[in-house]
């Protein structure tokens, strides 16, 4: 499952050295690795608070918001909930669920240690519906049962769909109703889960969160950059040797993440950073880029969740884009106008495309469509959807006027980016 | 103050009432669901900016001060 070589004894600091065995580290374990955790009260709010805003972490769910103060704007409300949001929706992303199996007791440390950041006597933790609701469950009673944790989290689960671990989804979740996105304003850390502030936090945020107030936030800045410190998860996979998750210092270059997943299998056409919500690079000018937001702003792109997925020249990035636009729309919570109707038009749009269909037009009406939904809708579906589209037809311009003409250079049809076939929203 | 016009895309059902009511502002898409310009509004166009909101039968339509 997952990838290691040497170079990971130096920079993984969340994933164990065996994690390509895919072995649990027990509680017994975890202790002796890392240490018990500083006892109940031992540590102020204020203390953790300014150790993570020294630190300098930020989300890794995607968003990269900082984590310091989005506990103190939490903590200034009253009863706040604490959320650790293990429901990845990105198909290409398993850096989650990798984690969630390997070192689950990290994640539960970072969430008690959350909880007492804003003062939370409410948590939860919230997966998709899968094995890690059973396993997860039995971890957090035996914590229980041994009294390690103040506040013992309960465990929610949600069907695996793209949207369903966004914020908004997740509160309306956790207050019995179905997975999807509410309508903004306002936000979930001012008015959240039963209407307290929620905070809502990616499971590999908790599990720095963990470490860092071990270790401290000197260490933590030891790895990454200055504006961006720590290491991140990154989920590679496409055309490379070994598909899997690889823990990299944050803005390491994509050639040296793509290298740690076994290299390139092939020659590079583009590179997709930031899953389906983030955009193509062309595999030329993807490869000295560091895996950074301030490294991949300037080309339109994010790091987001550290999903990577490198594209050989085998390979139509037209027909994998189409069939995962596909795939988006039929992900959309069908609760917005403009998504509900716009996104399927896309798809079919970029469908023919990719099917060589000669119509005049096609690709202007794939960028009106682009404008018609973009900004309209209660979640960042449509937008991000937009910015994947637009990023392809720039990256694939070339292939575009070859499928125009009624050609096609791939010699390999095999799927490449993983569209499960799940359902989408409220239908 | 200046006034800009937010719509909740989850309430809104595209019954199309605020185009007709303020057609300076608010287009039909081609599925019927409101593009709204995003240029502040006008005293002059205050009023009538209103009265679209009001008259919204799901309430998706309300003027904010900022923003979307």
């Known amino acids: 499952m997952s990838v290691l070589c040497e170079e990971t004894a130096v920079t993984a600091r969340l994933l164990p050295d065996d994690a390509a065995s895919g072995r649990l580290r027990d509680l017994a374990a975890h202790q002796q690795v890392f240490g018990a955790p500083a006892p109940a009260g031992a540590l102020t709010s204020t203390a953790i608070v300014a150790m993570v805003e020294a630190a300098g972490l930020t989300g890794r769910g995607g968003a990269g918001f900082p984590m310091a103060r989005k506990l103190k704007a939490v903590a200034a409300g009253g009863s706040p909930v604490v959320v650790a949001n293990g429901a990845e929706g990105e198909p290409a992303s398993s850096k989650d669920k990798v984690l969630l199996s390997l070192v689950p007791h990290l994640v539960l440390d970072g969430l008690q240690l959350a909880c007492r950041a804003v003062g939370a006597t409410e948590a939860y933790v919230y997966v998709h519906e899968g094995p890690l609701v059973a396993m997860m469950s039995s971890i957090i009673s035996t914590r229980a049962a041994l009294g390690i944790d103040p506040v013992t989290p309960k465990l929610v689960s949600a069907p695996a769909r793209f949207i369903s671990g966004q914020e908004s989804a997740v509160v309306s979740r956790l207050d019995g109703g179905p997975a999807l996105p509410m309508a903004v304003p306002p936000p979930v850390y001012l008015k959240g889960v039963h209407k307290s502030p929620t905070l809502v936090q990616n499971v590999e945020t908790l599990a720095h969160l963990a470490l860092l107030v071990r270790r401290g936030s000197g260490w933590f800045r030891s790895a990454g950059t200055e504006a ?4 991140m998860l990154c989920s590679v996979t496409g055309a490379v040797a070994h598909k899997g998750v690889v823990e990299t210092p944050v803005g390491t270059s994509i050639s040296a993440v793509l290298e740690r997943a076994g290299g390139v299998d092939g020659d590079l056409q583009a590179v997709l950073v930031g899953g389906y919500h983030g955009a193509w690079l062309p595999g030329s000018a ?96 449509p937008d991000g959807t937009v910015r994947f589209v637009r990023s392809a037809l720039t990256v694939f311009a070339a292939e575009v006027d070859r499928h125009l003409a009624g050609g096609c250079t791939a010699t390999d049809r095999a799927a490449v980016l993983p569209t499960p076939r799940t359902r989408g929203g409220a239908s | 103050m200046n006034q800009t016009l937010a719509v909740n895309w989850i309430a809104c059902d595209g019954r199309g009432l605020c185009a007709e009511l303020l057609p300076e502002r608010i287009t039909p898409d081609e599925w019927g669901f409101p593009v ?27 003027l904010a001060a900022t923003g979307r």
Do not use: F, I, K
């Open chain 1, 228 to 231: 961006e410190p720590g290491t």
């Open chain 1, 286 to 381: 993807a490869l000295d880029l560091p895996l950074s937001l301030a490294g991949l702003r300037p080309h339109g792109a994010t790091p987001g969740a550290g999903v990577v997925v490198a594209l050989s020249t085998r390979t139509c990035g037209l027909v994998e884009t189409a069939r995962v636009v596909d795939y988006l729309a039929a992900q959309s919570a069908r609760q917005c106008g403009p998504c509900l109707n716009g996104l399927p038009a896309m798809a079919e749009t970029l469908g023919r495309l990719a099917r060589r269909d000669r119509t005049p037009g096609l690709v202007e009406r794939v960028h009106q469509l682009a404008g018609l939904v973009e900004r309209r809708g209660a979640c960042h579906h």
């Open chain 2, 36 to 62: 709204v310009d995003g240029h502040p509004m006008g005293p002059d166009l205050l009023p009538d900016a209103r009265r679209a909101v009001a008259a919204c039968p799901t309430l998706a339509l309300r």
